[in-house]
């Protein structure tokens, strides 16, 4: 929950509605509307010939395209995917602009090399880590940060999750391989963006793929709700997997709450 609210209020931080960019936030606006406002606002086409899309942001250790900006748009796609009906001619809208910011958060996958940490886990699309590393260059032509970076993950994942359950069985083309991403991507964010204990029980959420563990971590990466999601989601398509990776990280991401 408390990272859910930390969400909402950065998607539409002060500076933004100060500014006029977005409406401000005592006018009352259905979750679509918002999304439309994010779209127009802060995200841009980067390859026309597939319609990729990122969020662009600004501002202290951001500038360009990073992976938590691109996460909060593909939470805030899946979520609207997912609470509109697809007989409703918004639900076309909303689909268009999150398999574009898909399209956007794979480019950035393609972008990432070795250097990113994850030997041994470039499982999606075959021959790509699932986790990109933190920062693009605005074009998105280039890494301008190493490793990724868990709270854009994580948010990134979930935004996934709930796009790949709202689209099913409705015939798009691109739909196994959204699935199968979502689904690679839940493995790798226990692999990569979380540290085994040494008693071998729990994991913990590292600052990212190439930082951090047991001897440093960030409270406010942890996400026990999305957690959850990753867990049920590895479930429903492999049973030991889905058991053996999401339930470690949940446990942890709940003691350290309790704590």
């Known amino acids: 929950m408390f ?39 802060l995200t841009t086409v980067v390859v026309p010939l597939t319609g990729a899309r990122v969020v662009q942001s600004s501002g202290g250790a951001a500038g360009g395209v990073v992976s938590e900006g691109q996460g909060y748009g593909l939470l805030i796609g899946g979520t609207v995917v997912a609470s509109l009906n697809p007989a409703d001619p918004r639900w076309a809208v909303a689909v268009t602009f999150t398999y574009q910011l898909f399209l956007g958060w794979k480019r950035m996958c393609q972008l990432t090399n070795q250097g990113s940490c994850q030997q041994g886990g470039f499982n999606c699309g075959g021959i790509y880590p699932c986790l990109p590393n933190w920062k693009f ?53 226990a692999d990569f963006d979380t540290s085994l204990s040494p008693n071998g029980k729990n994991r913990i959420v590292r600052l990212g793929s190439c930082f951090g563990g047991w001897d440093c971590s960030n409270p406010s990466y942890f996400a026990p709700g999305h957690y959850r999601v990753f867990r049920d989601y ?24 309790r704590a």
Request: no cysteine; glycine share 6%; net charge negative.
């Open 137 to 189: 260059d605005s074009g998105l032509t280039a890494a301008l940060g190493t490793g990724s970076a868990p709270d854009g993950d994580e948010d990134a994942i979930l935004g996934m999750i709930l796009f790949a359950q709202a689209t099913r069985s409705r015939g798009f083309p691109w739909w196994t391989e959204l699935a199968a991403w979502a689904y690679n991507s839940s493995k790798a964010f």
């Open 3 to 41: 990272r859910t609210v930390v969400i909402i209020l950065a998607l539409f931080p002060v500076n933004l509605i100060h500014a006029t960019y977005l409406s401000p936030i005592n006018v009352v606006l259905s979750s679509f509307q918002r999304m439309v406002q994010f779209r127009d606002t």
């Open 234 to 257: 590895m479930l429903a398509y492999n049973a030991v997997e889905g058991q053996n990776e999401s339930v470690s990280v949940l446990r942890a991401g709940h003691e350290l709450v």
